[in-house]
């Protein structure tokens, strides 16, 4: 028998971003100078039925934060 918040948290029902939500990730990344947790919050408002996993959503700002070659 299934536990009833399987859903949530097998992979096989995950929400993946799709891309309006990776370019809402890199603009308010690289323009908002916003911590993840509002980030994250700004995004949950906009698409109520996406669940995001922590991990996953530090993985996506990852990809578009500026990196400063260090000398």
């Known amino acids: 028998m299934l536990l009833p918040d399987t859903k949530e948290y ?3 029902y995950w929400n993946t971003f799709n ?4 370019k809402k990730i890199q603009f308010l990344t690289e323009y908002g100078n916003l911590s993840t ?3 994250q919050s700004l ?5 109520l039925a996406l669940s995001i996993l922590d991990y ?3 993985n996506a700002i990852q990809k578009y934060k500026i990196k400063v070659d260090v000398i």
């Open 56 to 58: 996953d959503f530090a």
């Open 19 to 22: 891309d309006d939500i990776f």
């Open 10 to 12: 097998s992979s096989k």
């Open 43 to 47: 995004l949950k408002a906009k698409f």
């Open 37 to 39: 947790t509002i980030q």
